[in-house]
């Protein structure tokens, strides 16, 4: 039979998933499952390689992610398509902030007062509109639904299933799982009555946190890390078995031997999705440029304006230089992006605030034309090709370095002129390496 998994952590669930975004796909594509989905721990970090990944392997890429509600209550939620992706970045957004933001331009972009940004926590607000396109199902055990069963209060349960199926109409799930945990046949059978009696669906899940069963030894380890605990000590985030992994359907089918509707409801909802990201769309925002004048034409012009400041004299070898990496930029359409990272540069400048551009943004005469960086790549011989040519025709990426102490005033600027909708902040993970690992995972 045929089964997809629509729980699955990855390694961006810091200190949780223990297996490889790459090995999970392969996995589920060795399996002959056709989609997979990601639902990572309060975030979609994972979300671009997973779908290069998942279409390079012939699967459908579902994503998703395992929110945390205010109170500590989890939620699975699967986008169907990008609007379901836009509302479940929201929802994510609203559990770092801990507060909803509001839809538009001036939308709240702030931490809630008393709010932890260790500990996301979405508001219920959050879910009570904008959530079109998104699938959501009750989650694990500690799912607001299955922890009130568990600890005897049904009335309250119900109450909370409707509340969540009213938020989510006819795209909502009560979750299932069986990974043999104690009191699980009673909360199954409890979530399959509930589910008759309101009318709201089941769908089987695995909660895959590990690939295969023999990788339940390193999720463990991490889990130690994660709450500084030996491995001969016990805790209460240490799991009980190894049962979590990525099982193949037939093993799926087998437990869900007595619930077949649940199974064939994870195909249901694989079928109402597809891939959320248009990973080939330039995303890049159009530069406000005055006079009516085209992107080009004004980049130009700045640039041989710039050129006159920083040479005095422009030379047949200067001149060359630009008009050679003028006709590339514009020939990849990045003018406008060009435009940009010199209006904030300018920004900073126009108020004191110091800034350079590093890295390969250095071997370009525009940009050191322009102010962005200080390097003189004509006078130190750079290759431009080393930043951007016809032939890689890779985007471009230049770093600029604010003076911390007044970099929020820069993000502001950016913020008000482009608008808060169209402006995001990014962060890097941190992974372990030789030294690091034996750090950490010795002292566990």
Same mark, same amino acid.
């Given at each position: ?31 002959? &499952? ?18 290069? @990944?998942?279409?390079?392997? +012939? ?11 205010? /109170? ?18 929201? %929802? %994510? ?43 959501? &199902?009750?989650?694990?055990?500690? /799912? ?23 938020? *989510?109409?006819?795209? *909502? ?5 069986? !990974? ?10 409890? &979530? ?17 946190? #590990? ?15 994660? !709450? =500084? ?21 037939? @093993?799926?089918?087998? $437990? ?25 769309? @330039? ?14 034409? #004004? =980049? ?16 047949? @070898?200067? $001149? ?38 590093? +890295? ?7 940009? #050191?034309?322009? *102010? ?15 930043? &951007? ?56």
């Amino acid at each position: 039979m045929s089964f997809v998994h629509l729980h699955v952590h990855s390694p961006f669930s810091f200190l949780d998933g223990a297996s490889r975004l790459d090995d999970l796909v392969a996995e589920a594509a060795l399996q002959g &499952m056709p989609a997979l989905a990601l639902t990572d721990h309060d975030n979609v970090s994972g979300a671009v390689r997973f779908q290069q @990944k998942c279409l390079a392997a +012939g699967i459908i890429p579902i994503q998703g992610a395992e929110v945390t509600l205010r /109170g500590g209550h989890h939620l699975t939620m699967l986008a169907q398509g990008p609007q379901g992706y836009a509302n479940l970045c929201r %929802i %994510i957004t609203a559990a770092h902030l801990g507060a909803d933001p509001v839809p538009g331009p001036g939308g709240l972009l702030a931490l809630a007062p008393g709010h932890d940004r260790l500990q996301p926590a979405a508001p219920f607000d959050a879910l009570s509109h904008d959530t079109d396109g998104l699938i959501a &199902m009750s989650g694990c055990r500690r /799912g607001e639904i299955p922890s009130l069963i568990l600890r005897g209060h049904l009335a309250e349960a119900e109450a909370a299933a409707r509340r969540y199926a009213s938020w *989510f109409p006819g795209r *909502f799930y009560l979750e299932v799982q069986d !990974t043999r945990l104690p009191g699980e046949r009673m909360l199954q059978t409890a &979530m399959r009555d509930l589910g008759e009696h309101l009318g709201i669906p089941l769908v089987a899940s695995n909660d895959v946190h #590990y690939r295969t069963k023999e990788e339940f030894y390193i999720h463990d380890l991490l889990t130690c890390v994660r !709450t =500084l605990t030996r491995l001969d000590q016990p805790h209460a985030e240490r799991r009980l078995n190894a049962e979590n992994y990525l099982k193949p359907a037939a @093993k799926m089918g087998r $437990r869900f031997a007595h619930l077949p509707q649940a199974l064939a409801n994870t195909l249901k909802i694989a079928e109402q999705c597809g891939p959320a990201l248009d990973l080939e769309a @330039k995303l890049f925002p159009e530069f406000e440029i005055p006079g009516g004048m085209s992107a080009a034409a #004004y =980049l130009r012009e700045l640039t041989f304006a710039g050129a006159q400041e920083r040479y005095g004299r422009i030379s047949e @070898k200067v $001149r060359t230089r630009l008009e050679h990496e003028l006709k590339i930029i514009i020939q990849l359409g990045y003018e406008d992006y060009f435009l940009l990272v010199w209006d904030v540069a300018r920004y900073a400048r126009s108020r004191g605030i110091r800034c350079a551009g590093r +890295g390969s943004a250095a071997d370009s005469a525009v940009a #050191y034309c322009l *102010f962005i960086t200080d390097v003189d790549a004509v006078g130190r011989g750079l290759l431009f090709e080393r930043f &951007m040519s016809l032939e890689r025709a890779e985007k471009p990426d230049i770093d600029i370095d604010f003076d911390a102490r007044r970099r929020d005033e820069v993000a502001e600027y950016v913020y008000r002129k482009y608008g808060r909708d169209k402006v995001a902040a990014v962060c890097t993970y941190n992974t372990f390496h030789a030294r690091s690992a034996i750090r950490d995972l010795g002292k566990a």
